[in-house]
């Protein structure tokens, strides 16, 4: 909104052309994400707590959880107004690529809450039953594959790219949309697998989301994609904005669900932040990036695959309990030690990530 009436106003003082530069516009979206989360946080919570949506701790889990209970959940609502808002303040709305990851912020934000609101509303402990949950997020994933695959125009647009080796990149096809859509759905549900302690999944996100803003950037600037030898895609740099709207959105967030926390993120948040990552990154065709830079959302999933399969078959657990922060709960690992930790091993997955522009 902003950009488009700078480009207006252009016309009469050259001056207002500085609302054009991506740079500017991304890091102002990133202040505006971050002051519209603290200023409508404790409103948030408030009113959350006003209708009593408390969270339902799992009494099979590690016994300092117990607490938790009734403290606000779907806050996620927070982060996905920030992040709305912010960009179609200063994205540009004649962006396909902004308004195809609006859809499917939103999109897979819907099936969050409505999944929270039976959960912690209608008091059904199972929620949106799964069957439900997985055809709508395939809907929504297989949707916005299909748009991105139908409006390509180029060859770079639906290769695959492989990181450290330039010269790999196989043609998908059609197979670009299969992939797409296991990226997105996939990457949805890591993230809300991750979300099981207090600031474990929105720092990660965070981090993942300013390093894919990063290879947005990038790749929609020909001279800067020529030089580090990643593909030129032209638009996609307009995501760098809504990439910054996630960092600025998130943090102001983790400030009221840093442990111990005031608020939970609930399915509405992960499931939908996870699924927007999912999608910027087959935007900016970095899929296995993302998969490096987001290995902590990877190994709390495959924890859980592991854990369930290996117990079908043998009636034995690998882990004490998965996902896999609880496993280390219940090995005497303080709370705030496990994040931490965690947060420490995605800021090095996220620097291996942003190496492979270089090392090609």
């Not at 099981?196 to 993942?208: M, Q």
Request: aromatic share 12%; with cysteine.
């Amino acid at each position: 909104m902003i950009e488009l009436l700078g480009r207006y106003l252009a016309h009469y003082y050259h001056g207002f052309n500085i609302v054009q530069y991506l740079t500017l516009r991304t890091l102002l979206a990133s202040l505006t994400a971050l002051i519209l989360s603290l200023w409508l946080g404790p409103k948030m919570i408030a009113y959350l707590q006003c209708l009593q949506i408390g969270q339902s701790v799992r009494t099979d889990g590690p016994q300092t959880h117990l607490s938790k209970s009734g403290t606000p959940t779907m806050g996620g609502t927070l982060i996905i107004l920030s992040i709305v808002i912010t960009t179609l303040l200063w994205g540009d709305l004649a962006n396909l690529y902004v308004w195809l990851v609006l859809v499917a912020l939103c999109g897979f934000a819907t099936i969050g809450w409505v999944d929270d609101h039976r959960k912690v509303v209608l008091k059904n402990s199972k929620g949106l039953p799964a069957r439900y949950k997985y055809l709508w997020q395939s809907i929504l994933g297989f949707g916005v594959a299909i748009v991105l695959y139908c409006v390509a125009t180029e060859s770079v647009q639906t290769a695959l790219y492989v990181p450290f080796i330039k010269s790999v990149h196989p043609q998908l096809g059609i197979g670009f949309i299969i992939l797409s859509y296991f990226v997105i759905v996939g990457s949805s549900n890591a993230v809300n697998l991750t979300d099981g302690l207090d600031g474990l999944a929105i720092l990660p996100i965070v981090l993942v989301g300013g390093g894919l803003g990063v290879f947005a950037y990038l790749s929609g600037n020909s001279h800067f994609a020529a030089y580090l030898g990643i593909p030129y895609l032209p638009g996609v740099g307009e995501l760098a904005v809504f990439c910054g709207t996630i960092v600025g959105a998130g943090l102001g967030f983790l400030w009221f669900n840093t442990y111990p926390a005031q608020v939970f993120m609930g399915d509405v948040g992960a499931l939908s932040l996870g699924a927007a990552l999912g999608c910027v990154a087959v935007m900016v065709r970095q899929e296995i990036v993302l998969f490096i830079m987001g290995g902590l959302f990877v190994a709390e999933t495959l924890s859980v695959i592991l854990q369930v399969g290996y117990f079908k078959m043998t009636r034995r657990r690998i882990f004490r309990m998965a996902p896999l922060h609880h496993h280390f709960e219940l090995k005497g690992w303080a709370e705030p030690k496990v994040i931490v930790r965690f947060w420490i091993i995605t800021v090095i997955l996220v620097l291996c990530g942003l190496l492979t522009l270089k090392v090609r």
